[in-house]
């Protein structure tokens, strides 16, 4: 369907130009018998422009062909009906055109993992030539999946009525043994740093916000009046007020009644694209994800006195007018690989494919005789997520190869889609480098219409995750130990895609 699209678009691309040349007199058009301005000429070598531009773009896999698409169509359905005697004809491709890119969105395919297939197998002389067998009792893994444990969050942004201070406010809701029971409010500041207002109860980790924005700024105990975040049948139940650094009395308060059934879905939230100086690399996947409706529903932020209107979404979503306040009841926080540096831990190996080990699962594959780690999972309720090679992550301790290269997937629950990318392994003497860059970004599951058409209108949700690269230095140390320094860092991209 694709090459005939653009088969079409182009060819009627091309066709425009005629209306063109016959205004300007450049040669004898026969097919068109009546006069064509010069003003209408231009226009017949836009509408060409425009929608050859969109069948190159739909060519190399940009994003955004299709609003120079349904741009090009409109103006060519506008020459059509001012020369219709001459031009009726072009309706057909206008139509076939537009049929095209409404099957185009419609027609979906959820996405299949490339770890479900058979192994792919590494060549073992590449990787560990003459590999002595008595080392093969053990293995190393660079790798470690860290969870922040939550109950639920809510996110609501006034970035388009902002304070002089702050552009949003995250309420999230804990209950564990780590961080404590209550609730903290993640403020969102104008100059990419937040603030972090929590309960006494709670004890939020500092170092855990460099993945926000620029950072944490202060943080902050405050006593909150009726701190409350619900989530039921009829949506979003929120109320949360305290005093900010300024003295400021800052109230967040959402009642949602709407009638309308909720539709919700599985995201990966783009939260890492703000943070400047990652310390790992943040995997939000929320569940049960929706927005708060419009319609029968209180939603209002006041600071010092004053009410700022909340953002709204562009788009309807579910042929609802939605806010663009969201809310998640069952959020997984994670992060990958956080920042190391000290010695790793060489894991014993008893023949089993299976090895636990640091809360993690590591699922291994002999390369001949040699283990090496095919998935690695991290289970936190009922939720796991997991970190999968192909072909297997090479065995460090024997690697002896130049180079050793595969693709990783990273998942959770199948609403979440997958994260895709490379990862690298090279030598040089007694150094080992590793590398992982996320270059095949979020691959969303998105069964609505109205969210593959808002993933197209917005990359950043599918591309964020290429802008990280994380690396990592491995070495002998004293004691047939080895020690590892590693950092994620972010990285240019071109965003045209």
């Known amino acids: 369907m694709k090459i005939a699209l653009i088969s079409i678009i182009l060819i009627h691309g091309f066709i425009h130009i005629i209306g063109f040349v016959k205004s300007f007199g450049l040669a004898e058009v026969k097919e068109l018998t009546l006069p064509i301005s010069r003003v209408w000429g231009i226009i017949w070598f836009i509408t060409a422009f425009i929608l050859i531009l969109a069948g190159v773009l739909l060519l190399l896999n940009i994003s955004a062909w299709w609003i120079p698409a349904i741009t090009g169509t ?16 072009g309706s057909i491709p206008n139509m076939i055109i537009l049929m095209l890119i409404i099957t185009f969105f419609i027609r979906y395919t959820p996405p299949v993992s490339i770890m479900s297939g058979e192994i792919t197998m590494a060549s073992y002389e590449e990787r560990y030539d ?30 388009n009525d902002p ?6 406010f995250e309420p999230q809701v804990f209950d564990d043994e780590i961080t404590g029971t209550g609730m903290l409010v993640i403020a969102w500041r104008s100059d990419g740093m937040v603030d972090v207002y929590h309960q006494p109860p709670i004890s939020p980790d500092p170092d855990g916000y460099d993945i926000a924005g620029q950072g944490l700024k202060n943080l902050v105990v405050r006593e909150m009046k009726e701190a409350m975040l619900e989530i039921n049948d009829q949506g979003a139940q929120a109320a949360v007020s305290f005093e900010d650094i300024y003295g400021r009395l800052i109230r967040l308060k959402i009642t949602e009644n709407s009638t309308r059934p909720r539709k919700p879905f599985g995201l990966l939230a783009p939260m890492g694209l703000a943070a400047e ?16 409706r419009r319609n029968n529903t209180e939603l209002s ?3 010092n006195g004053r009410n700022h209107t909340t953002d709204l979404l562009p788009l309807p ?35 089993n494919l299976t090895v636990h080990h640091n809360d993690h699962i590591i699922e291994l594959a002999l390369n001949r005789n040699v283990p090496e780690i095919l998935k690695i999972l991290r289970i936190h309720g009922h939720h796991t997520i997991s970190l999968a090679f192909s072909p297997a992550f ?24 997958f994260i895709r990318g490379e990862y690298k392994v090279t030598r040089s003497g007694d150094l080992l480098s590793v590398e992982m860059i996320p ?47 590693s950092n994620w860092e972010r990285i240019h991209v071109d965003e045209s895609d």
């Open 163 to 168: 304070d002089s201070i702050y552009i949003g």
């Open 74 to 89: 409109i103006l060519s359905q506008v020459t059509v009906f001012a020369f219709w005697k001459d031009a009726r004809y």
């Open 277 to 292: 100086n990652p310390s790992a690399m943040p995997l939000i996947l929320l569940h049960d994800f929706y927005f708060v």
């Open 439 to 485: 270059s095949g970004g979020w691959v969303p599951n998105a069964s609505k219409l109205s969210l593959r058409f808002l993933y197209t209108v917005e990359p950043m949700f599918r591309q964020w995750p290429t802008t990280y690269h994380w690396s990592a230095e491995i070495q002998p140390d004293h004691d047939a130990s080895f020690r590892m320094r």
């Open 130 to 159: 003459s590999a002595d067998k008595d080392y093969f009792s053990h293995f190393m893994n660079p790798f470690e999946i860290s969870i922040i444990p939550m109950e639920r969050l809510l996110l609501v942004n006034i970035e």
């Open 301 to 303: 932020v006041t600071i």
């Open 394 to 417: 090479p065995n460090l301790e024997v690697f002896e190869g130049e180079v050793a290269e595969g693709r990783f997937e990273i998942s959770g629950d199948v609403s979440t889609g």
């Open 317 to 351: 979503l579910d042929f609802t007018r939605m806010t663009f306040a969201r809310y998640c009841p069952d959020p997984l926080i994670a992060t990958l690989n956080p920042a190391f540096d000290g010695i790793m831990n060489r894991i014993s190996w008893n023949e």
